[in-house]
């Protein structure tokens, strides 16, 4: 089970720190890379950041590189996203998802677990 938290409503230039929290024994002593995805009104889910187990690898869409960052703490068994400087365009509901392995992966497809999302808010 995989639990997002730390949504909610800001003005442009502000920051946000999102939450997944993995529980059960599906997360427990196996190794999974992390997603962050969002889908905006009308939109298609699109990737947002990825982070491999050991958190040595991270991968960013263009349009948030620099601005945000990915984390994992594998001892709370925890992933984190990091939003700086954000943008009205950034405005969606943010998903975490996992799945089992060592590398990363950037595609809806790849992964197997989501959590049920928080919304971000960005006004200008």
């Known amino acids: 089970q995989l639990q997002a938290s730390g949504g909610g409503l800001v003005q442009a230039g502000d920051s946000l720190r999102l939450s997944c929290q993995a529980s059960?024994?599906?997360?427990?002593?196996?190794?999974?890379?992390l997603g962050w995805f969002r889908q905006a009104p009308g939109k298609k889910r699109e990737f947002v950041a990825t982070i491999t187990w050991s958190g040595g690898l991270v991968y960013y869409a263009d349009t948030v590189k620099g601005r945000f960052t990915i984390s994992r703490d594998n001892a709370k068994n925890t992933g984190y996203l990091q939003m700086n400087n954000l943008k009205p365009e950034d405005t969606a509901v943010y998903y975490c998802?996992?799945?089992?392995?060592?590398?990363?992966?950037?595609?809806?497809?790849?992964?197997?677990?989501w959590g049920q999302g928080t919304q971000v808010t960005v006004s200008s």
């Open positions: 059960g024994t599906t997360f427990s002593r196996r190794q999974y890379a």
């Open positions: 998802a996992a799945r089992q392995g060592t590398s990363y992966y950037y595609t809806t497809d790849d992964y197997g677990y």
